[in-house]
Nanobody
């Protein structure tokens, strides 16, 4: 069972930046893909970005391309999401997730392991 713990959320004004972190309990086939998802009140959970752990290939939702950067430190079993030029519509609970296959899809159903989430609030 992969354990994922997010940190780094908070409140920021529009145009600001935040860096989310996710500590994973293992770096194995179960974490072949790591990703970030978000869910705003009343909305479905959506994929933000993912990374293939071995190759470092990244995938992004169109809504965050050019503003968010996903990265990893495989030695420390850490996943990061650097969020720049934040907008009020980025306000959501952000979740770290892991899966062994199809992580490029950014579909929540394809990810097996989930963290508890960290809140990001962007004010205008």
């Amino acid at each position: 069972q992969v354990q994922l713990v997010e940190s780094g959320g908070g409140s920021v004004q529009a145009g600001g930046s935040l860096r989310l972190s996710c500590a994973a309990s293992e770096y194995t086939v179960n974490t072949a893909y790591m990703g970030w998802f978000r869910q705003a009140p009343g909305k479905e959970r959506e994929g933000v970005a993912s990374i293939r752990s071995v190759t470092g290939i990244t995938y992004y939702a169109d809504s965050v391309k050019g503003r968010f950067t996903i990265s990893q430190d495989n030695v420390k079993n850490m996943l990061y999401l650097q969020m720049n030029s934040l907008k009020p519509e980025d306000t959501a609970m952000y979740y770290c997730a892991a899966t062994s296959v199809r992580g490029y899809s950014l579909r929540p159903a394809d990810f097996r392991y989930w963290g508890q989430g960290t809140q990001v609030t962007v004010s205008s």
